[in-house]
């Protein structure tokens, strides 16, 4: 097993503690916000799926920041199935089957507390759990899930790694080999379970007949790429956060707009500071730096689905080789719990694992910026 096959970086990078408590004050900003009443409800457009409320919230949370050159935090993107904390915990070691005993107990108890917030039964404890994705097998984070098995088993709960299209449902409930399924784990890229194949999941959520986490709910509030076009608006984090949390979101969220309210002619001369990412993709799918985009590619974009973001440069990282490499950083994250931080270095226009020598990097904390 090689490192680069599983994305994991040979090199460390350095982050200054100050800079992770300014990523750790966004990360909580956003979870209080997300749990405002009155940010709720002035989000009426929600996915149907997402306007279900729930008692839980979403195991595995991801944020992604750059950090720019005078050393403030820019928040990238959210993610409510953030993978590779696998890679992030054990690069030192890319052979090793499971995760570090640490992390693991931390991981064990955020899957024990949604289930235990879903049942509202504090002594609650799921007996089987499954981990969906489309065809598994075939995912580059496979062997992630299958670490999982190991941890949920060293605390005497069932796993197992599923297609949406091997659970069988009677009367919304979900079983496996006729046991029952008391949560599942969503790694699917279906966020709101609008697909064909997750159908049945809809409607077993809908029924709420089973914890999921991660969640459609948590991602229309905090994940869903919009999100960060409404917290481009000053006066909607003036209205529901305290000063300093609304201040400091302003700061770390770039600002975004829809495709839609933009005239192309004017926006035009200005590309080469932007970003366009569409609104229904992830693992930065469909991504186009404004400086490499032609007039025919953006006349091709739909304006309804298509952000315009400040594009914010990644840091960059300089090896003992002198390799550059570009690098953002990703919080592990439930709740306003940090589990895990990590680096990912890469060459090319956005975050990808197949730079050689790239990938998932380790951490060194230091003093100083």
């Known amino acids: 097993m090689n490192t680069q096959q599983f994305g994991v970086s040979p090199h460390k990078v350095n982050l200054p503690r100050q800079t992770l408590k300014k990523m750790i004050a966004v990360v909580h900003d956003l979870q209080n916000l997300c749990e405002t009443p009155a940010y709720q409800n002035s989000l009426p457009n929600l996915a149907k799926t997402a306007q279900i409320e729930i008692h839980h919230h979403s195991v595995l949370m991801g944020y992604d920041f750059h950090i720019t050159d005078t050393h403030d935090v820019k928040l990238i993107e959210a993610n409510t199935n953030a993978g590779g904390l696998w890679f992030a915990s054990g690069i030192n070691n890319a052979s090793q089957k499971h995760l570090p005993n640490k992390l693991a107990s931390k991981l064990i108890a955020t899957f024990i507390n949604e289930y235990q917030l879903f049942t509202q039964d504090a002594q609650a404890k799921p007996k089987l759990v499954a981990i969906i994705d489309q065809h598994p097998s075939e995912q580059f984070l496979y062997p992630e899930m299958r670490a999982f098995i190991q941890m949920f088993a060293q605390v005497g709960i069932g796993c197992i790694i599923l297609d949406p299209s091997e659970i069988e449902f009677k009367n919304n409930i979900p079983t496996y080999n006729q046991q029952r399924i008391d949560l599942i784990y969503n790694r699917h890229c279906d966020f709101y379970f609008n697909s064909v194949e997750m159908q049945a999941i809809?409607?077993?959520?809908?029924?709420?007949?089973?914890?999921?986490?991660?969640?459609?709910?948590?991602?229309?509030?905090?994940?869903?790429?919009?999100?960060?076009?409404?917290?481009?608006?000053?006066?909607?984090?003036?209205?529901?956060?305290?000063?300093?949390?609304?201040?400091?979101?302003?700061?770390?969220?770039?600002?975004?707009?829809?495709?839609?309210?933009?005239?192309?002619?004017?926006?035009?001369?200005?590309?080469?500071?932007?970003?366009?990412?569409?609104?229904?993709?992830?693992?930065?799918?469909?991504?186009?730096?404004?400086?490499?985009?032609?007039?025919?590619?953006?006349?091709?974009?739909?304006?309804?689905?298509?952000?315009?973001?400040?594009?914010?440069?990644?840091?960059?990282?300089?090896?003992?080789?002198?390799?550059?490499?570009?690098?953002?950083?990703?919080?592990?994250?439930?709740?306003?719990?940090?589990?895990?931080?990590?680096?990912?270095?890469?060459?090319?226009?956005?975050?990808?694992?197949?730079?050689?020598?790239?990938?998932?990097?380790?951490?060194?904390?230091?003093?100083?910026?």
């Open 202 to 369: 809809a409607k077993a959520w809908q029924a709420q007949s089973v914890c999921i986490t991660p969640n459609p709910r948590v991602y229309g509030l905090l994940a869903d790429k919009q999100r960060m076009v409404d917290w481009s608006q000053t006066e909607l984090l003036n209205n529901l956060l305290p000063a300093k949390s609304a201040l400091r979101l302003r700061q770390a969220i770039p600002s975004t707009q829809m495709l839609s309210s933009l005239d192309q002619d004017t926006l035009w001369p200005q590309r080469k500071s932007l970003v366009f990412k569409p609104t229904n993709s992830y693992a930065s799918r469909g991504v186009y730096i404004g400086k490499k985009l032609t007039k025919g590619k953006l006349a091709s974009l739909d304006p309804q689905t298509t952000l315009v973001q400040e594009h914010i440069k990644p840091s960059i990282t300089m090896t003992a080789d002198n390799t550059r490499f570009k690098t953002d950083f990703r919080l592990f994250v439930y709740r306003s719990t940090v589990l895990a931080i990590c680096a990912r270095i890469y060459q090319g226009q956005v975050t990808n694992l197949r730079t050689p020598n790239g990938g998932f990097s380790q951490l060194t904390l230091t003093n100083t910026l």
